[in-house]
């Protein structure tokens, strides 16, 4: 086995000789280097080969190589980002299906905060949604089996089933002492991307749930529709709250649809030269439409680049809380085998060069949002869970050495220093506004009335001219 070993690197290092072929006195000490680096390797995977060797001809019972090359695998990508994965055929089979918009599953996107998963947020109308799982939900178990030590692809795996099968979830949430176990049943994930309200007198709610394959064909079918209706179309408010993120060239797709020109997001890898820029194609119907964009803790990667894109642009205004700060670029390479890696390779960037990553995209005007009923009772609330708060994340370029003290969340500063006056104007909004749980109720007076951030963004939107001075 060792000389099989020995002869496939020998192999190696005669096919890495020839393919500098006449270019040896220039390439010489490049390649003095690398051969270093790679005799390194060398050690290191001899080193594995031993153990590997080891266990299969002395370990106490006969155990499946693949199996153990696959936890390697597996422990080696756990020394990397949590957005960094090995996925095993069955589960990248699975994960090949879930950006289509319909899957069996719950319907959740889940991160890692400290060894403990986490919920970013459920998807609206989905399993869990319905059963009441909230962002910032700690998932301490499934069906009695604790996730402390789980990788977000073994957890994945953990919560599949079949369609129509119930699931325990036991949850750790904020402000509750005790645990409770939540119990989804299983089902076809069909996610509507885009939800809209008609705010009446030509103004437009449109609410993105996720950035799936069809998410910017059904807006530009939406707003084609908006156009033609006989007011018009004199404004939108884009909901971007709660949503996880998605597919990278949709969120490109859907900035395009309100710029004339200008950068939307570019990519920067390992090495500064590869930098790539994706730019507005001059194509957008809806360049001079009023647009305010709601964003909230919850808001992540590609919403993270719809906002930044339109924010920078000077195209939108952005309103609620910053964002979470997923700005790291995944490429997902299938194996030989059928399974997939998912390989952290570049981080995003704003067109004004902020990078998102650790550091969100932090709103034009800082709003919080409120839940009507809560307003009785006091009024302070700790912000949700962020990239930044992830053990193992990728570090962002304006961020502190995590071992040193961290700097003060200034997002969190302005929320402390919230004044009286300010709450008098939350509690007159919730005493002067419809109840919302009122019969007959338009979709529009639902909608302002149980919700403060739209309420204001509503008002903007409608003041647009007044606010720009034109």
């Known amino acids: 086995m060792m000389a099989l070993i020995k002869k496939n690197f020998l192999l190696l290092a005669l096919t890495?000789?020839?393919?500098?072929?006449?270019?040896?006195?220039?390439?010489?000490?490049?390649?003095?280097?690398?051969?270093?680096?790679?005799?390194?390797?060398?050690?290191?995977?001899?080193?594995?080969?031993?153990?590997?060797?080891?266990?299969q001809q002395y370990y106490v019972e006969p155990v499946d190589i693949r199996k153990l090359i696959y936890g390697a695998i597996k422990g080696m990508?756990?020394?990397?980002?949590?957005?960094?994965?090995?996925?095993?055929?069955?589960?990248?089979?699975?994960?090949?299906?879930?950006?289509?918009?319909?899957?069996?599953?719950?319907?959740?996107?889940?991160t890692l905060q400290n060894g403990i998963l986490t919920i970013i947020s459920p998807i609206e109308d989905t399993p869990a949604w319905e059963a009441g799982i909230k962002p910032g939900d700690k998932v301490l178990?499934?069906?009695?089996?604790?996730?402390?030590?789980?990788?977000?692809?073994?957890?994945?795996?953990?919560?599949?089933?079949?369609?129509?099968?119930?699931?325990?979830?036991?949850i750790g949430r904020e402000n509750e002492e005790n645990p409770r176990d939540i119990v989804i049943t299983r089902g076809n994930v069909k996610v509507k991307s885009v939800k809209t309200v008609d705010l009446e007198e030509g103004y437009q709610y449109v609410k993105i749930t996720s950035f799936i394959e069809n998410t910017s064909k059904d807006l530009e079918k939406f707003l084609e529709e908006a156009?033609?209706?006989?007011?018009?179309?004199?404004?939108?408010?884009?909901?971007?709250?709660?949503?996880?993120?998605?597919?990278?060239?949709?969120?490109?797709?859907?900035?395009?649809?309100?710029?004339?020109e200008g950068d939307i997001v570019s990519t920067v890898?390992?090495?500064?030269?590869?930098?790539?820029?994706?730019?507005?194609?001059?194509?957008?119907?809806?360049?001079?439409?009023?647009?305010?964009?709601?964003?909230?803790?919850?808001?992540?990667?590609?919403?993270?680049?719809?906002a930044g894109a339109l924010q920078d642009n000077k195209r939108a205004l952005v309103m609620g809380n910053r964002t979470f700060g997923k700005g790291s670029v995944q490429s997902v390479v299938k194996l030989g085998d059928g399974s997939g890696l998912k390989l952290t390779v570049a981080r995003y960037y704003t067109p004004s060069g902020r990078s998102i990553q650790a550091e969100g995209v932090s709103p034009d005007i800082e709003l919080e949002e409120l839940d009507p009923e809560a307003l009785t009772k006091s009024a302070n609330k700790k912000r949700?869970?962020?990239?930044?708060?992830?053990?193992?994340?990728?570090i962002g370029e304006n961020e502190k050495d995590p071992k040193k003290e961290p700097?003060?969340?200034?997002?969190?500063?302005?929320?402390?220093?919230?004044?009286?006056?300010?709450?008098?104007?939350?509690?007159?909004?919730?005493?002067?506004?419809?109840?919302?749980?009122?019969?007959?109720?338009?979709?529009?007076?639902?909608?302002?009335?149980?919700?403060?951030?739209?309420?204001?963004?509503?008002?903007?939107?409608?003041?647009?001219?007044?606010?720009?001075?034109?």
Not at 36 to 48: G, V
Not at 79 to 108: C, Y
Not at 157 to 166: C, D, T
């Open 16 to 55: 890495f000789l020839l393919g500098f072929g006449g270019h040896w006195v220039l390439q010489s000490v490049h390649f003095s280097i690398l051969s270093a680096s790679a005799q390194d390797r060398y050690a290191d995977l001899q080193n594995f080969s031993k153990v590997l060797n080891m266990i």
């Open 77 to 110: 990508l756990r020394e990397l980002d949590p957005h960094t994965n090995f996925m095993p055929p069955d589960i990248f089979k699975d994960f090949e299906a879930e950006t289509s918009g319909e899957f069996g599953g719950l319907g959740i996107e889940i």
């Open 141 to 170: 178990a499934v069906d009695t089996k604790p996730t402390k030590g789980l990788s977000l692809v073994e957890a994945s795996q953990l919560m599949r089933g079949k369609k129509g099968s119930k699931i325990t979830l036991t």
């Open 227 to 260: 156009t033609k209706k006989k007011a018009g179309l004199k404004g939108i408010i884009m909901d971007l709250r709660r949503n996880p993120g998605g597919l990278l060239d949709q969120a490109i797709k859907v900035s395009d649809l309100f710029l004339k």
């Open 269 to 306: 890898s390992r090495d500064p030269a590869s930098k790539e820029v994706v730019s507005a194609t001059k194509l957008g119907k809806y360049t001079e439409v009023p647009l305010i964009i709601l964003v909230n803790e919850f808001s992540a990667s590609a919403s993270e680049i719809v």
């Open 384 to 394: 949700g869970l962020r990239e930044k708060d992830i053990e193992g994340h990728l």
């Open 407 to 470: 700097k003060k969340d200034t997002a969190d500063t302005k929320k402390e220093s919230a004044d009286k006056d300010n709450q008098k104007i939350k509690a007159n909004w919730w005493k002067e506004s419809v109840d919302p749980n009122a019969k007959n109720l338009s979709p529009k007076d639902k909608l302002i009335s149980s919700d403060y951030q739209v309420f204001h963004a509503y008002n903007y939107v409608k003041a647009w001219k007044v606010i720009r001075g034109l």
